[in-house]
């Protein structure tokens, strides 16, 4: 059983930045392709970006294109999110997860931390 754990939410001004953590016990990260999920109220969870189990293959919502950065270190197994130019929409609480596969379906990954909260305040 992997249990995943985010850090690293807050409270920001536009255009400020943030790097999430997500850091894995209980399991082997490189065993896992992984992603982060965004999801606000009233809303259901969406794609922000995968890396692959090995971190050479990335992909992004168009929303985060050229502002977030997803990356591993599978030595610390931990995974990260580092985000860039935020903005009042990127509010939400962000969650990490693991999967088997590479993908930006949410049903299909395994396990999820417990969420942290970016607020991106104008």
């Known amino acids: 059983q992997v249990q995943l754990v985010e850090a690293g939410g807050g409270l920001v001004q536009v255009g400020d930045s943030l790097r999430l953590s997500c850091a894995a016990s209980g399991g082997t990260l490189s065993n896992y392709a992984m992603g982060w999920f965004r999801q606000s109220p009233g809303k259901e969870r969406e794609f922000v970006a995968t890396?692959?189990?090995?971190?050479?293959?990335?992909g992004y919502a168009g929303f985060v294109k050229d502002r977030f950065t997803i990356s591993r270190d599978n030595a610390k197994n931990t995974l990260y999110l580092q985000m860039n130019t935020l903005k009042p929409e990127d509010t939400a609480v962000y969650y990490c997860?693991?999967?088997?596969?590479?993908?930006?379906?949410?049903?299909?990954?395994?396990?999820w931390g417990q969420g942290t909260q970016v607020t991106v305040s104008s």
């Open positions: 890396i692959s189990r090995g971190g050479l293959s990335f």
């Open positions: 997860g693991a999967s088997q596969v590479q993908t930006t379906q949410p049903g299909l990954y395994d396990y």
